[in-house]
């Protein structure tokens, strides 16, 4: 991947044996790697021994989780708030393992909508739940920095399965529970 940076910096029409970009490519090769860490990582592998039995049937949400990914488009970060809400039955996740399991999926190549809908259906298939919601908030740096160049654009998407999508009452009380520190 060093080769390819470096050849990329000339067609840039830049010197890569310049001080500041003569340990650019190893460096960009590093931060890339990490960037799309979540194609070595397997979801299920994150939650194993993670989910408990416990006796509950109330929502349970976890908000306001940094996102971090790279448009599949032009490789370029979007960032935002994820949130996670489901009804478990008999069994929940441990807390920090959904904040892992946002990362896995939004450190490869992502489509925002793509992203929502694998966050969503890991933690609905892990746990058997009766309904999951997931909510992403992003900024699209390829929009802003480029193109359409629309600096205070937010995108924002849903995934709602079970009784989240099925029930008026059980999607109106987790939108407004994400949103009730902002009144």
């Avoid at 029409?13 to 003569?22: A, I, K, S, V």
């Avoid at 340990?23 to 931060?31: I, Q």
């Avoid at 992003?138 to 802003?144: N, V």
Wanted: net charge neutral; with cysteine.
């Amino acid at each position: 991947m060093q080769k390819l940076i470096r050849d990329m910096l000339v067609e840039l029409g830049e010197n890569p044996d310049r001080e500041g970009l003569r340990d650019t490519p190893e460096r960009v090769d590093r931060s890339m790697r990490f960037l799309c860490s979540g194609y070595a990582q397997d979801p299920a592998a994150i939650i194993n021994e993670a989910i408990f039995n416990e006796e509950c049937n109330h929502m349970v949400i976890v908000r306001d989780i940094e996102v971090y990914s790279l448009c599949e488009h032009h490789m370029l970060p979007f960032f935002g708030r994820c949130h996670i809400g489901y009804i478990p039955k008999g069994r929940v996740f441990g807390v920090s393992k959904l904040a892992r399991l946002v990362d896995c999926f939004a450190r490869r190549l992502q489509v925002q909508e793509r992203l929502t809908q694998q966050i969503a259906r890991i933690v609905k298939d892990s746990i058997n739940a009766e309904g999951v919601g997931v909510v992403i908030e992003a900024k699209h740096l390829c929009m802003m920095m480029r193109g359409v160049e629309k600096q205070n654009s937010e995108m924002v998407t849903s995934a709602m399965l079970g009784s989240f999508h099925s029930s008026t009452a059980t999607r109106t009380e987790f939108l407004e529970l994400i949103r009730a520190r902002e009144r």
